[in-house]
């Protein structure tokens, strides 16, 4: 498929399992992103890579962990889930350069019992 | 601290109006500044963008408002659709940074 996509879609686990969620994207683009959206606090940046084996972290990392072996994929790992990482969770990419609209994906609503 | 806010949560207009979305931001290293839209269990798509060197940009139905000296930017759309309605979120960034949104406006607008 063409563009952006993440899986799964949805995911219930329970507190203290380990979670990746998967982010592919089709264009090549230099940079890919993760953010998590909660109500009342819009869209957070949680981890981010400018190229591959290149990451940094956002506003809120705690917890998380990011990889980005392949230019095409950046999964982002929740290594013992919490009841507060229960969330929508969305990647997207840019081309490199600044100020590129971002693409995003569909999003992973995950919910941490 | 916030640095992009949305202070408005919701937005109701009637179809054929304008609808007014506004952001403040605090940050005056901040040089360009976009617009998205969400639409439930969707992911956010782009609508528009503004540079800091203008102060307006115009696409079909949007146009977007930039007032640097107040730190405020706005998205009119004229007329309103029902279509329309979808969470809309601003965002900002300095040359090389990630963008930084705020919390969303909700537009809702009815037939």
């Known amino acids: 498929d063409a563009g952006i996509t993440q899986s799964p879609r949805y995911k219930i686990t329970e507190t203290g399992r380990q979670v990746t969620l998967m982010c592919h994207q089709t264009?090549?683009?230099?940079?890919m992103f993760w953010y998590r959206q909660d109500l009342g606090h819009g869209l957070r940046l949680i981890y981010y890579s400018a190229a591959a084996d290149i990451t940094d972290k956002g506003e809120v990392p705690d917890g998380y962990v990011v990889s980005r072996s392949k230019t095409e994929n950046f999964p982002l790992t929740l290594e013992s889930a919490t009841r507060s990482q229960t969330s929508v969770y969305f990647c997207a990419s840019s081309e490199a350069g600044d100020h590129n609209e971002q693409f995003f994906g569909p999003g992973t609503r995950l919910t941490v019992l | 601290d916030q640095q992009v806010k949305q202070n408005s949560p919701s937005l109701s207009v009637q179809e054929g109006r304008i609808s007014i979305l506004n952001c403040d931001y605090t940050?005056?290293?901040?040089?360009?500044f976009l617009w998205y839209k969400k639409y439930p269990a969707e992911g956010p798509t782009f609508l528009i963008s503004?540079?800091?060197?203008?102060d307006k940009n115009e696409d079909g139905r949007f146009t977007v408002f930039l007032n640097k000296s107040a730190k405020h930017l706005s998205l009119h759309i004229v007329p309103s659709q029902p279509g329309d309605s979808a969470v809309y979120f601003c965002?900002?960034?300095?040359?090389?940074?990630?963008?930084?949104f705020g919390k969303g406006t909700t537009l809702s607008v009815s037939s």
């Open positions: 264009w090549s683009h230099s940079y």
């Open positions: 965002a900002a960034s300095e040359a090389g940074t990630a963008l930084i």
């Open positions: 503004i540079s800091s060197i203008k």
């Open positions: 940050n005056s290293m901040f040089d360009y």
